[in-house]
DNA sequence: TATGAATGAGTGTTCATTCAT
DNA sequence: AATGAATGAACACTCATTCAT
């Protein structure tokens, strides 16, 4: 815990170097972290700073509030998951293919990036009032859809989907069966006595979710 | 039970006990309300004091600590959909029938309390600490589960639903398509620019999700 | 400055009485001093507390916030001179020996109470926002200069005043060439290099105010 | 003095010196601004630097800290008041019209330069501590009087004013009548019921105070 | 000369909790 | 059983000031 070079005091400057974007970029993510582990109202500043290797000053310098870094952590955390799953390039792949892609993507980031659901939900708590009037947010999103919604469409035509399937539908489904599992995984270990983290559980579930989504998709 | 006082003045001794348990009530009424709005760390002790227009020391003499009084509050919700679920009498219903009941239910309950899911949110926020180590709520989901398997596994022998289905990964598969929707219905309706909540979203949803199950549960 | 009763610990309560009242004018009083030394942005709350020998959180559970305790502090200050003023009875005086009566007033409560000066100054500095919409200051203060116009007429009916002088300017006037006096002793000092509150100096002040007056109200 | 180089872009080293000069005086300019609002407490540093368009750093440069910084507003406050006066010429005009003269003019003074009324409160509320040992004020503030008292005297030789006046009192209450009126202006307003700045109301309490000023001078 | 980055000590304020009755 | 008074630790946020360039 204690910082072992305490008795080499002229070992580290204070700052290591006067870099404000690395300072920036240090503050987002222990925020990330924070906020993650401890909800908007848990969260601490001085956390925040301390993990960040920064002072507290420097959080009001550069992101003017608690609300507004959480504002700034949540906007990131959605354009990263979106500019992710755009880079998949799901449009090149067949329709089948591209939507088992797109389930197992959705499901790997959930584990990869688990601050992502806390952040959500927390956002949520307070009635989404960081994101709600984010147009780049709206606009980001409205592509997303239209992606997904470009793939039903060409599976329906292919035969292989049913014709009329809602992306949005489809989106919010793919979505549950994976956040849920993981939001809830805490309570769900107490309520189904199992290790929901467990990789033959994880590898269970996503083959079940896999399933699911074709079983709903597939003529 | 006791046949109600109401008109009897003079039963004072009665009225105190009475009047007790309805200031325990009125504050687990109060408290729910709070933390489902708030969070455990955005909840406010002076808040739920006031809404159950009690003494703030009355809270403290009666469930010991805020953390505690969560507890309580989220054992009685855990118990309460438990209860209404068991009263459904889903076995005495054929298995189809009694899934697609199931299912509605489920989505029913969080509608008529949205509290349940911004609790169990809390819950997790915090690795279900509260509920961790409570045998009670552990037997009563053990039941649940075994419930359910017993429909599934009736369904299968009548030939209707697929043999081998998991009821664990089934009810998480119900759950989540009903709770995903509810709790992230606001950064949804940034996303997806819908109100989720309009008579006829929620009908669009309930069928869809039906047919989902449906489509996962039969041959 | 660090307490003498360090070493008797069973000698004093931490909280002497637990008396609602008295916490209140304890704050109240230390409060004045505070916000009369250091104005309204210098003055600490923790001081405040401190000299109250409260707890910080009574200040907010009293008074809301500093901001309305320097209101309270403020509105109880005109009160109370208006009230001494009114004790006066100047009206049962004959009008000359009430106008000398009333400009020694003045100066004597501005001897007694130097903090009522740097208080007004406090809140003209922001532009009376705290009493800007205070009914009751406003009714008393009308009170106030009815009855001093009611001795200028009377004065002016028996010959003694000059006719038509106006209450307004006539009280600002007293005002002035005591408050200001006062206000600036420090300044003073150096600038005129003179001790503004030995006696002889005080002495002096008011026999030159008084006399100023006279010349401004007699015939 | 020297001439404007403003057409003159190659003159670079002068430019520089000028610019620093500039820099100064802007910082001065804000500094008086910020300080005159807000009082000694209540100024920001960041805002006299933003007003001042200058660097944070820029005001530590020149003025070491915001407490000297406050010092050197106050000298030049000062200085202007004692200049501009000086500049008068009082002594070559008969002694009535130079005392009427005087009390016009520290009557204006005071409504061109708002400022000046609140530094001086902010330094009376600290004590007069920036200025009190100042050898450069007290010696043009010595003059001051003198010069005053020069024109009492020449008068009670006239014949017009009354023997043995003191140019201090007599100071003191030509600068209270005007000082109290537009410190206490806001408070003031509440007390009174009055628009203490409206035309009408300066000119009737301009001459006012004239009228004052000669029933205390005249025989 | 000038500047943006960085800081520690404090600021008003809030909180869950306990005391005294 | 019930309550208002009281508290200390912590909270988000701010400030004058200094560092590094």
């Given at each position: 815990?204690?910082?072992?070079?305490?008795?080499?005091?002229?070992?580290?400057?204070?700052?290591?170097?006067?870099?404000?974007?690395?300072?920036?970029?240090?503050?987002?993510?222990?925020?990330?972290?924070?906020?993650?582990?401890?909800?908007?109202?848990?969260?601490?500043?001085?956390?925040?700073?301390?993990?960040?290797?920064?002072?507290k000053r420097m959080i009001y310098h550069?992101?003017?509030?608690?609300?507004?870094?959480?504002?700034?952590?949540?906007e990131i955390a959605y354009l990263d998951?979106?500019?992710?799953?755009?880079?998949?390039?799901?449009?090149?792949?067949?329709?089948?293919?591209?939507?088992?892609?797109?389930?197992?993507?959705t499901w790997d980031y959930y584990i990869?990036?688990?601050?992502?659901?806390?952040?959500?939900?927390?956002?949520?708590?307070?009635?989404?009032?960081?994101?709600?009037?984010?147009?780049?947010?709206?606009?980001?999103?409205?592509?997303?859809?239209?992606?997904?919604?470009?793939?039903?469409?060409?599976?329906?035509?292919?035969?292989?989907?049913?014709?009329?399937?809602?992306?949005?539908?489809?989106?919010?489904?793919?979505?549950?069966?994976?956040?849920?599992?993981?939001?809830?995984?805490?309570?769900?270990?107490?309520?189904?006595?199992?290790?929901?983290?467990?990789?033959?559980?994880?590898?269970?579930?996503?083959?079940?979710?896999?399933?699911?989504?074709?079983?709903?998709?597939?003529?």
């Amino acid at each position: 815990m204690t910082p072992p070079e305490k008795n080499q005091p002229s070992d580290l400057p204070k700052h290591r170097v006067r870099d404000a974007e690395a300072t920036k970029l240090r503050i987002l993510e222990a925020a990330k972290k924070e906020f993650s582990q401890n909800g908007l109202e848990g969260a601490r500043v001085d956390s925040i700073a301390l993990e960040a290797r920064a002072n507290k000053r420097m959080i009001y310098h550069y992101f003017e509030s608690k609300e507004n870094l959480f504002k700034v952590v949540l906007e990131i955390a959605y354009l990263d998951i979106r500019t992710q799953e755009a880079n998949l390039n799901l449009e090149k792949l067949p329709p089948k293919e591209a939507m088992i892609t797109f389930v197992r993507f959705t499901w790997d980031y959930y584990i990869k990036n688990p601050e992502f659901i806390t952040l959500v939900n927390s956002e949520n708590l307070c009635q989404a009032r960081h994101i709600r009037n984010s147009p780049l947010l709206q606009e980001v999103s409205q592509k997303f859809v239209s992606r997904i919604q470009a793939i039903l469409d060409q599976g329906a035509r292919e035969g292989v989907f049913r014709p009329d399937l809602d992306a949005v539908q489809v989106n919010i489904t793919i979505a549950s069966i994976g956040y849920y599992y993981f939001t809830n995984r805490y309570t769900g270990s107490v309520i189904f006595n199992r290790d929901f983290l467990s990789p033959a559980a994880l590898k269970e579930r996503l083959a079940f979710n896999t399933d699911t989504i074709l079983r709903l998709l597939c003529l």
